[in-house]
């Protein structure tokens, strides 16, 4: 079921995540790239590099966010798209183990995944626009440090013109300060 129906806003980090695939050229060979976003904050918390699309791509990428957040991510919905890594048997196992709740949208409409597809549009725009990576570990150091970036310095409008990371760390604080009061 779509559990998001494309509202890409989240009242809380850990509401909800999107994840998504994308690839770059690396010589003559591809680069397949997940990630998974926190809808609240727009911070890459996990993500997976792999010269393949099968399904342990976006599994490693969520076993990555699910350890960013420290392991408690029950109730957490994840929206994707239809592709077969998001379909699968061990994608769900892997879902139903840590309590997440899969989403996704409608087959062949990027719009329902949108706000993935813009940070897929962005990361290539600013990384690999009009590049051409010559060998793998130079394609991984240059979108880790690119993911690096984005997470610790790109500013949002939607963020109040903070990185996600700046987003995430004034929410926690706001969060210890209400606690106190």
């Known amino acids: 079921a779509d559990l998001v129906q494309r509202d890409f806003t989240a009242s809380t980090l850990d509401e909800k995540w999107c994840g998504d695939i994308t690839y770059v050229q690396v010589g003559a060979a591809w680069l397949c790239l997940a990630c998974v976003i926190d809808i609240r904050s727009r911070r890459v918390v996990g993500w997976s590099m792999a010269p393949h699309m099968r399904a342990e791509l976006v599994i490693d990428a969520l076993q990555a966010a699910v350890a960013t957040r420290g392991g408690n991510v029950t109730g957490v919905i994840f929206h994707a798209d239809r592709g077969s890594q998001y379909t699968s048997a061990a994608f769900a196992q892997v879902c139903d ?3 997440i709740r899969r989403s996704m949208g409608r087959v062949g409409s990027s719009y329902d995944n949108a706000l993935a597809e813009s940070f897929w549009q962005g ?6 626009h009009r590049k051409l990576f010559l060998t793998m570990p130079q394609a991984r150091l240059e979108i880790f440090q690119r993911l690096t970036y984005y997470n610790a310095r790109r ?7 903070l990185s996600p990371m700046e987003f995430e760390q004034q929410h926690h604080q706001t969060a210890r300060l209400q606690l106190a009061a």
């Not at 990361?123 to 690999?128: F, G, I």
Request: charged share 25%; no cysteine; hydrophobic share 25%.
């Open 155 to 161: 500013r949002h409008s939607a963020l109040g013109y």
């Open 97 to 99: 183990l840590h309590g």
């Open 123 to 128: 990361l290539k725009r600013e990384t690999t």
